[in-house]
């Protein structure tokens, strides 16, 4: 999953109920979602092409996931990483919607139970928050973890993802 140097990156923004998020694409499918706030926000570079049309496959889908209609993305993606970060991502999207697992957990699907640590900077290095949903990942104590839009945001998905779940998204506070 590496890209060359000159393949064109466009970008869009999305306005959603946890904020605005940045989202990025190059011509083999969806490679960046970030969080206009939290510790891992970001500016489109001035190499990037802003291009609504480019990323309208991501931003009706995503739209469908904050309305409550998707609960599974069927998108191409093209995330960047070491083939480590790509296993752990890989196995993220495996983890069911409304459902959580601990770090151990997700290290002992993806067969290296003794690598938590490393799964957790995977994770914190996901480049498709959402898409790939590391916010669905908790501490073995049932905590809420570090999570790239904030802890806020991680408890409104979770939140949001249960509702649905459910079956009783109303009356949920947006955040």
């Known amino acids: 999953m590496s890209i060359a140097a000159r393949d064109t990156i466009w970008y869009d923004h999305l306005s959603t109920q946890i904020g605005k998020l940045l989202l990025a694409a190059d011509s ?3 490679r ?3 969080f206009e706030t939290g510790k891992h926000k970001k500016e489109p570079p001035p190499s990037w092409l802003h291009d ?3 990323l309208a496959f991501a931003r009706t ?3 469908e996931y904050f ?5 599974h993305f069927d998108l191409p993606l093209h995330p960047l990483g070491t083939p480590f970060q790509i296993q752990v991502w890989h196995a993220l999207a495996k983890i069911p919607y409304g459902s959580t697992i601990s770090y151990a957990e997700l290290a002992r699907r ?4 003794l690598a938590v640590r490393a799964v957790g900077a995977a994770n914190g290095r996901n480049p498709l928050p959402i898409v790939l949903p590391c916010h669905r990942v908790i501490g073995s104590d049932g905590s809420l973890t570090g999570f790239g839009g904030g802890l806020p945001t991680k408890r409104f998905l979770l ?3 249960d509702g649905i779940a459910r079956g009783d998204l109303f009356g949920m506070p947006l955040r």
């Open 28 to 30: 083999q499918g969806l």
């Open 32 to 34: 960046e979602v970030w």
């Open 52 to 54: 609504p049309g480019k």
């Open 61 to 63: 889908q995503l739209e």
């Open 67 to 71: 309305a409550g209609e998707r609960q």
């Open 110 to 113: 993806i067969g290296q139970p």
């Open 159 to 161: 939140g949001m993802e």
